[in-house]
Nanobody
């Protein structure tokens, strides 16, 4: 099991940028595939981005492709999400998630461990 803690959320104007970070502790972080998900009020949690335990390949939701970048630092036990050109529709609570082992995973049900989330609000 791995413990995850997100940070970096906040309020930003449309067109702005934020970088979310997720710090992991516990079991060997380098053995986990990682993902970012988000949940807006009244909506289901949805996939945003994912990468393998080695840092690549990566996969993105169509709605964020070209604007968001996921990357990790296994030496520092962190995974980050750089979000550029933010739009109001990106407003949500953002969660990082971990799945032990190889592969690239995009389903909520695929992941075993979750952080508590960080709020991102994009004003128009």
């Amino acid at each position: 099991q791995v413990q995850l803690a997100e940070s970096g959320g906040g309020l930003v104007q449309a067109g702005g940028s934020l970088r979310l970070s997720c710090a992991a502790s516990g079991r060997a972080f380098s053995g986990y595939a990682m993902g970012w998900f988000r949940q807006a009020p009244g909506k289901e949690r949805e996939f945003v981005a994912a990468l393998t335990k080695n840092g690549g390949p990566t996969q993105y939701a169509d709605s964020v492709k070209g604007r968001f970048t996921i990357f990790r630092n296994n030496a520092r036990n962190t995974v980050s999400l750089q979000m550029n050109k933010l739009i109001p529709e990106d407003t949500a609570v953002y969660y990082c998630a971990a799945k032990w082992g190889a592969g690239l995973w995009v389903g909520v049900e695929d992941y075993d461990d979750w952080g508590r989330g960080t709020q991102v609000t994009v004003s128009s």
